[in-house]
Structures are given as structure tokens and as C-alpha cells.
């Protein structure tokens, strides 16, 4: 159970366009879900939390404008990079929270979406 | 802000050797969660913990949460080369309020040698 199912797994897309990374929980419904950046060989970094029907909570320092969050179902929600640069080149991950007690939530990850911005 | 410091960065073993690494902070956490990430692919849950003290084992993996709640430890038994990947340790501070968003290591990086 518990199943967060990422899409797509790999992009390229040019310069000045607009891309859309889904995250669904597939067996669960996920009021919370979480989007991440990670460069090669680091570590991951939250960029915003997602909550189903209200705006997300983005992390300092990144961009709202530029990486739009939807979560508008209990098992949907979307990064759109918008204006796509070569620098927002990277591997995106995003998370679900499992669970409805504070002190038991489970954390599962989508398998990733590798952005290419050429 | 909140951090965690995972240690060791890197580790080049050789088969069937027992493996460490843990991670430490000078806040409190509430929950410690190891990962391992294979490139390419997003983390996968390796063990969870939710009380200090607890010891919790998965397979040839066990994992505790320290007594203090500011550091946790992931031993891996008799290595095989498909543990190769990068580990990562996660908290989750009693700070995080209702989002209960999660801290990251910097990963150790697991290599074996057949």
C-alpha cells in the first residue's frame, strides 16, 4: 500500500516553455504532499508543501510564480515549471503523507521526474 | 534552521561487511525515517521510528532512534552488492507543525565490492 506514482519519469523540454510533473497516490487519499529538488549527488531539498484545496506552502527562497503547485483532488498534485530555464534542469520528487495520527505519518516518494531544459 | 549532519559521506566496503551510519542534530526530532535512493529513482522507506530508544530492524538493516532524540543510526549486516545506493536519514522535528515536513541528510553514498 501506499504507492505515490510520479509522471513523467523524464522530460527535455526547451527553453521558455512550461512543464507539468504529476504526483498521484494511487491506493490512499493524501491531503499532503511535498515537492523536491535535488541536484546530482546531493541531497533532496523541499521546495513547497502541497495541501489539497488551498495554496501551497513554499520553502524560502523559491519561486511561486515560477513553480506552480495544484493539488486540487485528495490523490492529484502537479508542479508546473513554468518558463522552463536551463538552470531548473534537475530531478524532481515529490512525497506524500501517509497516515492520520501526527505522531505515526509515514512519508512515500514518487520515483522522480528528471527535467532537461535544452 | 533545523539540520541534520549524516556521516560517513561515502563508504567503499567489501562484501559481507557490516556497515554504519548515523545521523545527528542539535535539535530535537519527534521521527527518524532512513531512505535509500538508487539513481534515478525517488527514496524508498527503509525503517521508521517513532519513539526514542526504539530499535527496529528490517532484514539484514536495524535502526535506532537515540535515547535523546537529536541523532539516529542505520547498521546494514553482511553487505551485498544490491545495497549500492545512497542512504539518506529524515527527521521530522517537533517543530514542524501541522505540515509535519521532513529534514534530510546529505546522504551516504554505499559502494560494495563483490
Known amino acids: 500500500g501506499a504507492v505515490v506514482s510520479q509522471h513523467p519519469s523524464w522530460v527535455i523540454c526547451k527553453s521558455g516553455t512550461s512543464v507539468k510533473i504529476e504526483c498521484r497516490s494511487l491506493?490512499?487519499?493524501?491531503?499532503?504532499m511535498f515537492w523536491y529538488r535535488q541536484f546530482p549527488k546531493k541531497s533532496l531539498m523541499l521546495m513547497a508543501t502541497s495541501n489539497e484545496g488551498s495554496k501551497a506552502t513554499y520553502e524560502q527562497g523559491v519561486e511561486k510564480d515560477k513553480f506552480l503547485i495544484n493539488h486540487a483532488s485528495l490523490t492529484l498534485s502537479t508542479l508546473t515549471v513554468t518558463s522552463a530555464h536551463p538552470e531548473d534542469s534537475s530531478f524532481y520528487i515529490c512525497s506524500a503523507r501517509v497516515g492520520q495520527v501526527f505522531s505515526n505519518y509515514g512519508y512515500t516518494f514518487g520515483s522522480g521526474t528528471r527535467l532537461t531544459v535544452v | 534552521g533545523q539540520q541534520l549532519n549524516q556521516s560517513p559521506q561515502s563508504m567503499f566496503i567489501q562484501e559481507g561487511e557490516d556497515v554504519s551510519m548515523n545521523c545527528t542534530s542539535s535539535s530535537i526530532f519527534n521521527t527518524w525515517l532512513w531512505y535509500k535512493q538508487e539513481p534515478g529513482e525517488g527514496p524508498v522507506l527503509l525503517i521508521a521510528?517513532?519513539?526514542?530508544?526504539e530499535l527496529t530492524s528490517n532484514g539484514r538493516l536495524t535502526a535506532q532512534f537515540g535515547i535523546t532524540r537529536k541523532d539516529s543510526f542505520l547498521n546494514i549486516s553482511a553487505s551485498i552488492p544490491s545495497d549500492v545506493g545512497i542512504y539518506f536519514c529524515?527527521?521530522?522535528?517537533?517543530?514542524?507543525?501541522?505540515?509535519?515536513?521532513?529534514?534530510f541528510g546529505k546522504g551516504t553514498k554505499l559502494s560494495v565490492k563483490p
Open positions: 491506493d490512499f487519499q493524501a491531503t499532503t
Open positions: 521510528l517513532y519513539k526514542a530508544g
Open positions: 529524515a527527521g521530522r522535528g517537533i517543530y514542524g507543525g501541522s505540515q509535519g515536513n521532513l529534514i
